[in-house]
Protein backbone atom coordinates (compact mmCIF):
# COMPACT_ATOMS: atom_id res chain seq x y z
CA UNK A 1 0.00 0.00 0.00
CA UNK A 2 1.36 3.00 -0.73
CA UNK A 3 1.99 5.92 2.05
CA UNK A 4 0.03 8.91 2.01
CA UNK A 5 2.04 11.97 1.78
CA UNK A 6 4.98 10.14 1.03
CA UNK A 7 6.35 12.85 -1.43
CA UNK A 8 5.74 15.94 1.35
CA UNK A 9 6.97 13.42 3.63
CA UNK A 10 10.24 13.08 1.51
CA UNK A 11 10.42 16.62 0.86
CA UNK A 12 10.21 18.13 4.79
CA UNK A 13 12.81 15.64 5.32
CA UNK A 14 15.05 16.94 3.12
CA UNK A 15 15.02 20.27 4.65
CA UNK A 16 18.10 21.31 7.66
CA UNK A 17 17.27 22.33 10.88
CA UNK A 18 18.34 25.58 10.12
CA UNK A 19 16.25 26.05 7.49
CA UNK A 20 12.98 24.90 9.09
CA UNK A 21 13.97 27.64 11.89
CA UNK A 22 14.33 30.38 9.06
CA UNK A 23 10.60 29.12 8.05
CA UNK A 24 9.05 29.35 10.89
CA UNK A 25 10.03 32.78 12.16
CA UNK A 26 9.35 34.17 9.20
CA UNK A 27 5.93 33.02 8.18
CA UNK A 28 3.25 34.51 9.02
CA UNK A 29 -0.23 32.12 7.91
CA UNK A 30 -3.31 32.77 8.54
CA UNK A 31 -4.45 29.42 8.18
CA UNK A 32 -4.59 26.95 11.09
CA UNK A 33 -3.99 23.99 8.63
CA UNK A 34 -0.30 25.14 7.36
CA UNK A 35 0.59 26.46 10.69
CA UNK A 36 0.27 22.79 11.99
CA UNK A 37 2.01 21.17 9.28
CA UNK A 38 5.29 23.80 9.81
CA UNK A 39 5.10 23.09 13.26
CA UNK A 40 4.89 18.89 12.57
CA UNK A 41 8.11 20.04 10.24
CA UNK A 42 9.66 21.63 13.28
CA UNK A 43 9.23 18.79 15.31
CA UNK A 44 9.97 15.90 13.01
CA UNK A 45 13.89 17.85 11.95
CA UNK A 46 14.30 18.05 16.24
CA UNK A 47 13.31 14.73 16.67
CA UNK A 48 14.51 12.72 14.14
CA UNK A 49 14.25 9.47 16.24
CA UNK A 50 10.00 9.96 16.70
CA UNK A 51 8.66 11.83 14.13
CA UNK A 52 5.40 13.15 13.82
CA UNK A 53 2.68 11.86 11.00
CA UNK A 54 1.43 14.30 9.08
CA UNK A 55 -2.15 15.01 9.22
CA UNK A 56 -4.38 13.09 6.27
CA UNK A 57 -7.50 15.23 7.00
CA UNK A 58 -5.55 18.07 6.16
CA UNK A 59 -6.24 18.61 2.04
CA UNK A 60 -3.80 17.39 -0.46
CA UNK A 61 -3.37 20.96 -2.00
CA UNK A 62 -2.43 22.55 1.37
CA UNK A 63 0.34 20.23 1.21
CA UNK A 64 1.59 21.10 -2.37
CA UNK A 65 1.28 25.02 -1.91
CA UNK A 66 3.16 24.68 1.38
CA UNK A 67 5.99 22.74 -0.61
CA UNK A 68 5.79 25.60 -3.16
CA UNK A 69 6.01 28.43 -0.42
CA UNK A 70 9.16 26.35 1.07
CA UNK A 71 10.66 25.93 -2.24
CA UNK A 72 10.28 29.97 -3.35
CA UNK A 73 11.19 30.90 0.15
CA UNK A 74 14.51 29.29 0.40
CA UNK A 75 15.44 29.96 -3.13
CA UNK A 76 15.16 33.70 -2.27
CA UNK A 77 18.00 33.65 0.06
CA UNK A 78 19.58 30.29 -1.36
CA UNK A 79 23.42 32.05 -2.84
CA UNK A 80 23.92 28.65 -5.27
CA UNK A 81 20.34 29.48 -6.74
CA UNK A 82 20.87 32.96 -6.91
CA UNK A 83 24.30 32.24 -8.61
CA UNK A 84 22.74 30.02 -11.36
CA UNK A 85 20.46 33.48 -12.07
CA UNK A 86 23.18 35.64 -12.82
CA UNK A 87 25.12 32.62 -14.98
CA UNK A 88 21.29 32.49 -17.03
CA UNK A 89 21.19 36.07 -17.06
CA UNK A 90 24.53 36.52 -18.45
CA UNK A 91 24.33 34.03 -20.41
CA UNK A 92 20.97 35.93 -22.13
CA UNK A 93 22.50 38.94 -22.13
CA UNK A 94 25.67 37.73 -24.33
CA UNK A 95 23.36 35.85 -26.49
CA UNK A 96 20.61 38.49 -27.01
CA UNK A 97 17.70 36.63 -25.56
CA UNK A 98 16.70 38.83 -22.22
CA UNK A 99 13.05 38.41 -22.47
CA UNK A 100 11.83 42.03 -21.90
CA UNK A 101 8.68 41.54 -19.54
CA UNK A 102 9.57 38.36 -17.62
CA UNK A 103 13.44 38.74 -16.95
CA UNK A 104 13.38 42.87 -16.17
CA UNK A 105 10.58 42.61 -13.75
CA UNK A 106 13.16 40.54 -11.51
CA UNK A 107 16.23 42.40 -12.52
CA UNK A 108 14.06 45.51 -10.96
CA UNK A 109 13.31 43.51 -7.99
CA UNK A 110 16.74 42.18 -7.54
CA UNK A 111 17.92 45.84 -8.01
CA UNK A 112 16.16 46.70 -5.16
CA UNK A 113 17.03 44.19 -2.59
CA UNK A 114 20.90 43.03 -3.39
CA UNK A 115 22.68 45.18 -0.90
CA UNK A 116 26.67 45.30 -1.02
CA UNK A 117 26.67 42.92 2.17
CA UNK A 118 24.46 40.50 -0.38
CA UNK A 119 26.70 37.06 -1.25
CA UNK A 120 27.96 37.68 -4.77
CA UNK A 121 27.27 41.07 -4.99
CA UNK A 122 30.53 41.70 -6.84
CA UNK A 123 29.25 39.54 -9.48
CA UNK A 124 26.12 41.34 -9.66
CA UNK A 125 27.64 44.75 -9.37
CA UNK A 126 29.79 43.63 -12.65
CA UNK A 127 26.75 42.21 -14.28
CA UNK A 128 25.12 45.09 -14.32
CA UNK A 129 28.13 46.88 -15.93
CA UNK A 130 27.65 44.57 -18.71
CA UNK A 131 23.72 45.26 -18.60
CA UNK A 132 24.26 49.00 -18.70
CA UNK A 133 25.76 48.79 -22.47
CA UNK A 134 23.60 45.90 -23.61
CA UNK A 135 20.39 48.58 -22.43
CA UNK A 136 21.98 51.47 -23.80
CA UNK A 137 22.28 49.71 -27.20
CA UNK A 138 18.72 48.55 -27.10
CA UNK A 139 17.72 52.29 -26.18
CA UNK A 140 15.88 51.11 -23.40
CA UNK A 141 16.10 54.22 -21.33
CA UNK A 142 13.64 52.70 -18.58
CA UNK A 143 16.12 50.18 -17.31
CA UNK A 144 19.04 52.14 -17.91
CA UNK A 145 18.48 54.43 -15.57
CA UNK A 146 17.49 52.06 -12.96
CA UNK A 147 20.63 50.24 -13.38
CA UNK A 148 22.54 53.26 -13.69
CA UNK A 149 21.63 54.80 -10.43
CA UNK A 150 21.76 51.50 -8.51
CA UNK A 151 25.40 51.26 -10.21
CA UNK A 152 26.26 54.91 -9.19
CA UNK A 153 24.44 54.59 -5.72
CA UNK A 154 26.91 51.25 -5.20
CA UNK A 155 29.93 52.13 -6.85
CA UNK A 156 31.93 52.93 -3.79
CA UNK A 157 30.73 49.99 -2.06
CA UNK A 158 31.97 47.74 -4.94
CA UNK A 159 35.26 49.52 -4.99
CA UNK A 160 35.61 49.27 -1.19
CA UNK A 161 34.50 45.12 -1.55
CA UNK A 162 37.52 45.08 -4.21
CA UNK A 163 39.77 46.57 -2.22
CA UNK A 164 39.20 44.33 0.71
CA UNK A 165 39.06 41.21 -1.40
CA UNK A 166 42.11 41.88 -2.89
CA UNK A 167 43.94 43.06 0.79
CA UNK A 168 42.13 39.24 2.02
CA UNK A 169 44.24 37.81 -1.38
CA UNK A 170 47.63 39.01 -0.08
CA UNK A 171 46.61 38.33 3.87
CA UNK A 172 45.79 34.66 1.92
CA UNK A 173 49.17 34.22 0.25
CA UNK A 174 51.39 35.46 3.33
CA UNK A 175 49.48 32.80 5.40
CA UNK A 176 50.16 30.06 3.07
CA UNK A 177 53.56 30.91 2.14
CA UNK A 178 54.48 31.35 5.42
CA UNK A 179 53.19 27.98 5.96
CA UNK A 180 55.18 26.58 3.33
CA UNK A 181 58.10 28.33 4.84
CA UNK A 182 58.14 26.52 8.10
CA UNK A 183 57.20 22.79 6.50
CA UNK A 184 60.23 23.52 4.51
CA UNK A 185 62.18 24.31 8.05
CA UNK A 186 60.43 21.37 9.03
CA UNK A 187 61.67 19.21 7.03
CA UNK A 188 65.30 20.30 7.26
CA UNK A 189 65.29 19.73 11.01
CA UNK A 190 64.03 16.40 10.47
CA UNK A 191 66.75 15.40 8.18
CA UNK A 192 69.33 17.23 10.54
CA UNK A 193 68.24 14.67 13.26
CA UNK A 194 68.13 11.77 10.85
CA UNK A 195 71.84 12.63 10.38
CA UNK A 196 72.97 12.82 13.97
CA UNK A 197 71.31 9.74 14.91
Sequence with gaps: MKEKLAIFTTFANSLY?????????????????????????VYNVSHLDKPKNY???????KYSKLKNWITGQLNKIDVDYFFE?????DKKMNTDNILVA?????????????????????????????YKDYLLIRMRFHMYESVSSYLETYRSNYENT???????RKIS?????????????????????????
Design 17 to 41: PNEVNYLAKIQNFKDQDNINILNTI
Design 55 to 61: SVGIDKR
Design 85 to 89: WLIEI
Design 102 to 130: DDEKIILKKLKSIVPTSYYFIRFYELWES
Design 162 to 168: LKINREL
Design 173 to 197: EHIVHSKQINEIVDQNNVKQLELCM
